[in-house]
Every structure is written in structure tokens, then in C-alpha cells.
């Protein structure tokens, strides 16, 4: 495959992101989807790129706002709209919801609501996988808000001493809810400049940039798999809606949106694809196949059938039962 022709396969799964995203704010619009959604619109970059650099067998963890992360790992649209709509043909059965979007048999472990909950299980599963000599590497996907929680410590500070395999991601989009990360964080960048405390390499990229991020994490993770040990990337990005359906985000400065706007990650990969000669034609195609297959989902997600109330209590044990334990 050439370099157009793989950054044109990862530009599809980009726009198949942000159109399943819009199609989900809809939905919610609509009443269709219940509770709430936190969307990534704006940072399909990170989560397309990692996962291009990763194997299929790795691990990958991500937080609440993790769409991205599980259709880049191969959930599809219409699996978590399902699920977004409470369905039974839900990634997750309907068990799950928009916080929690889980697809075990393509590595994704799981999206984890509580900050910062999830990067103890990623060292676990590095640990695992060092003990089983399997080669995979564990990702943890965070925010910055996360690396002022105290498992985020805890958890660079373990892998390093084991020298465990796992890459620590940051999606540094400079809010914490509504909060800029700056005016609570002692240092300038709040992931990749705690790294030398634990004695990690770190480096600072460009999250909207897929190939910049991709190359990135080939870089780490062939680092980890060669038993040399964690690294921390931060990776600045920006969210094109609020934190949450119920944030109207008018807390951010109308230039400082509109500048993030200009280096939407779609746009970059456009600018590069026209650089290596993609026809504007071949764009455009790629951006119809993925209007197509969101359209066909939101309508296979609006007729399937809801969950079935006799699971209800199955799926509690990793047998899938529900039984007590003692």
C-alpha cells in the first residue's frame, strides 16, 4: 500500500468517525439517546493514528469520551449507535452506553467513566502480557484533567520500575471540563513534563496530525515491545463541541476556537493527501462511503430490537453469569 494510499484509508476512517458523532449528537437531539454523550469530534486524530501504529492483538483504553477509540479499533457505526440508543444489537448489548463502549475481541478494554480509573488496568495489562512474553503493548488514552488524579501517578511510576510495556497517551485538548488545564497545573505540559519524575521518555506531538501520531506510537511501541520500557506522548488537540451535550463551551475564546478549527485533523489529512497527489475526485469518494454507512446504521440502529430484560443480570462475572460468588 503507498503513503496515499494508507493516509486515504485512515482520512475514511476519520470522516466514518465524525459523521457517526454528528449522527449521535442528532440522535441525542432527537430523544433517541438518553443520559448524556461526550464527543470527540476534533480528535479522531489521536485515536485513528494510534491505532494505526499498534498491532491488532494490543490493548487499548480509553475514557468516557471514547467513540473514537473503539471505532478506530474496529467497533463499528451502527454497533455503537446501537448502543447508544439502548439496543440489543449494542457493541454492548445495551449494558454499556456512550461511557463505556467495549469491544474485547479487537483489544479495546474497555471506555471508563471515573478520571483517570483506567490507566492502573492498562500497566495490568502490559504486566500480563511482559509475563506472557506475548509482545503486545497496552495504551492508555486520557485526558489532561487526568494527570492531576492520583492513579495517573501511581500508574507511570509502576510501569516504570517494571519496565512494563504500555504507552500512555495523552489527549491534551487544554480543558478540563471547563476548566483550562493551565490554571491548575503546575507545569507547562501536564503529561509529558511529569514524565522525567518517573524517569519516562516523553514527547509532545501533533494530535491532528494522523500520520505525526501514527509514527509516534510506532516509535513507542516498538520501544516497549523490545523491553525498554513505558513512554508518555502528549498529544494537543481540541474538541469541537462542549465537554458534554449539556456544555454549550462558551467558556472558550471565539479565536482560539476558530484557530483549532482551521487545523481540524480532516483538513490536514486533505491538505497532505493533495500533497501526494490524491485526485479530489478519490477524496470524495471516500468521504460518500462514509456518509453511506452512517446513514444505514442510524437507520439499522432506529429498527433493531431492544435489549432482552432476561440479560439483564448476565455478563456480571467474566463466566457470564450473575450468580453470587462467595
Not at 495490568?124 to 489532561?144: C, I, T
Not at 483538513?267 to 497527489?277: Q, Y
Request: proline fraction near 4%; charged fraction near 20%.
Amino acid at each position: 500500500m503507498s503513503d496515499a494510499d494508507e493516509l486515504l484509508s485512515l482520512y475514511e476512517r476519520m470522516v466514518l468517525i465524525r459523521r457517526t458523532e454528528k449522527a449521535a449528537y442528532d440522535l441525542f437531539m432527537s430523544g433517541m439517546v438518553k443520559g448524556t454523550t461526550h464527543l470527540a469530534a476534533g480528535q479522531e486524530g489521536v485515536a485513528v493514528g494510534a491505532s494505526a501504529g499498534l498491532r491488532p492483538d494490543d490493548y487499548v483504553f480509553a475514557t468516557y469520551r471514547g467513540h473514537h477509540h473503539a471505532m478506530a479499533r474496529g467497533a463499528t457505526a451502527e454497533e455503537c449507535l446501537a448502543e447508544l440508543m439502548s439496543k440489543a444489537t449494542g457493541v454492548c448489548a445495551a449494558k454499556g452506553g456512550s461511557m463505556h463502549l467495549t469491544k474485547a475481541s479487537a483489544g479495546m478494554l474497555g471506555s471508563y467513566a471515573i478520571v483517570g480509573a483506567h490507566l492502573p488496568m492498562a500497566v495490568g495489562a502490559a504486566w500480563s502480557a511482559k509475563l506472557r512474553e506475548s509482545g503486545q503493548v497496552a495504551v492508555a488514552f486520557f485526558g489532561d484533567g487526568a494527570t492531576n488524579i492520583g492513579a495517573f501517578h501511581e500508574a507511570l511510576n509502576l510501569a516504570a520500575v517494571w519496565k512494563l510495556p504500555v504507552l500512555f497517551i495523552c489527549e491534551n485538548n487544554f480543558y478540563m471540563e471547563y476548566t483550562p488545564i493551565s490554571e491548575v497545573t503546575a507545569v507547562t505540559n501536564p503529561a509529558a513534563d511529569r514524565a522525567v519524575a518517573y524517569g519516562l521518555p516523553s514527547e509532545i506531538i501533533d494530535g491532528n496530525d494522523v500520520i505525526v501520531v501514527r509514527d509516534a506510537v510506532v516509535r513507542a511501541a516498538r520501544r516497549a515491545r523490545a523491553g525498554e520500557g513505558p513512554t508518555v506522548l502528549e498529544a494537543h488537540t481540541y474538541r469541537q463541541y462542549g465537554h458534554s451535550r449539556a456544555d454549550p463551551a462558551k467558556y472558550r475564546p471565539a479565536e482560539e476556537v476558530e484557530e483549532w478549527l482551521k487545523r481540524d485533523p480532516l483538513n490536514l489529512a486533505r491538505a497532505r493527501l493533495e500533497t501526494l497527489g490524491t485526485s479530489a475526485e478519490a477524496i470524495a469518494a471516500a468521504d460518500a462511503r462514509a456518509g453511506q454507512i452512517v446513514d444505514a446504521a442510524v437507520d439499522a440502529a432506529k429498527n433493531a430490537p431492544g435489549p432482552d430484560p432476561a440479560q439483564a443480570l448476565t455478563d456480571v462475572w467474566a463466566d457470564g453469569g450473575s450468580a453470587w460468588r462467595s
